[in-house]
Nanobody
Framework: QVQLVESGGELVQAGGSLRLSCVAS????????MGWFRQAPGKGREFVAA????????TYTDSVKGRFTISIVNAENTVYLQMNSLKPEDTAVYFC????????????????????WGQGTQVTVSS
């Protein structure tokens, strides 16, 4: 049974940084992609970033390019989201998820492709 546990969310001032963690367990993830999504109050869940576990290939939504970095530490079975230069519009609940249909050449941005989800961690950026 796949389990994903996020942590690291907190209240931070605009311009600050946070690092979110997602510890994954329950299967081998070498043939899968890991994604970060977020959901702001009153809005739908949106794609933030994804990484293919074995190759490290990444993709980002335009609004976070140059500010956020997704990475994997295999030895820890953990996916990180380093968030710099945070803005109030980054305020949301952040979720990590697993996509077992991804490939080294195709990283999905649609949440429908992701089969397993964590419980989320709250990030609040004050102005």
């Amino acid at each position: 049974q796949v389990q994903l546990v996020e942590s690291g969310g907190e209240l931070v001032q605009a311009g600050g940084s946070l690092r979110l963690s997602c510890v994954a367990s329950g299967r081998t993830f070498n043939g899968a992609a890991m994604g970060w999504f977020r959901q702001a109050p009153g809005k739908g869940r949106e794609f933030v970033a994804a990484i293919y576990w074995s190759s490290g290939r990444t993709t980002y939504t335009d609004s976070v390019k140059g500010r956020f970095t997704i990475s994997i530490v295999n030895a820890e079975n953990t996916v990180y989201l380093q968030m710099n230069s945070l803005k109030p519009e980054d305020t949301a609940v952040y979720f990590c998820a697993v996509d077992t249909s991804a490939s080294a050449f195709l990283l999905h941005r649609n949440q429908i492709q992701y089969e397993h989800w964590g419980q989320g961690t709250q990030v609040t950026v004050s102005s």
